[in-house]
């Protein structure tokens, strides 16, 4: 027999688990929107059209002084181009920075998740779905018994010895 605390330390692990699944799918979504926006700025990189509008009512060329750098021409036009690219540059950028971000999150919220996910594979079916139906889609004991065609009495039997098998399988495997 275990505790209130016990059983609430248990229910508060399922409960993460089930939110990290969540969180982790939200960020595989944003993972994927990140990579298609990566190839719209690469799209628009390599493209022989200019992605954005350029500034029409420019003034006409300066002429860079002799013994500088370049000594080249250099129009208002131009520079407005080159802007447009450092632009597109610095969004490639971030967006590549954002996926390696992205990336550590998502290999951190797996790595959190690899334990419990052992231990709730390790119960049968019909309790990993009374589990998902509680915790995951937060249903009720009167939710689950109708879903599952179990009595009320049964579903929190249920419930109350699969929190009893998780704590007794965590606390063996943190003892070993």
């Known amino acids: ?14 409960e993460e688990y089930y939110h990290t699944e969540k969180v982790l799918a939200w960020n595989r979504q944003r993972l994927e929107r990140l990579y298609k926006r990566l190839a719209e700025i690469e799209k628009d990189r390599n ?4 992605p954005m509008a350029l500034n029409t009512d420019l003034q006409g060329i300066e002429y860079d002084q002799a013994g ?4 080249m ?5 131009e520079r407005n181009i080159e802007q447009i690219y450092r632009t597109l ?7 590549q920075n954002e996926i390696v971000q992205l990336k550590v999150n998502i290999q951190k ?3 959190s998740r690899e334990e419990m996910d052992f231990y709730i594979h390790l119960l049968n079916e019909e309790c990993q779905k009374i589990l998902e139906y509680r915790h995951k889609q937060k249903k009720g004991v009167i939710e689950i018994s109708f879903l599952m065609n179990l009595s009320k009495s049964s579903v929190s039997q249920i419930l109350y010895e699969i929190y009893g098998d998780l704590h007794k399988l965590i606390s063996y495997c943190e003892a070993v």
């Open 1 to 14: 027999m275990i505790g209130e605390k016990e059983t609430e330390k248990i229910k508060r692990r399922i």
């Open 47 to 50: 493209s022989p059209y200019l």
């Open 68 to 71: 500088s750098k370049s000594g």
């Open 73 to 77: 021409a250099s129009s208002p036009m």
């Open 89 to 95: 540059d610095n969004a490639y950028e971030k967006t």
């Open 109 to 111: 919220l797996e790595d």
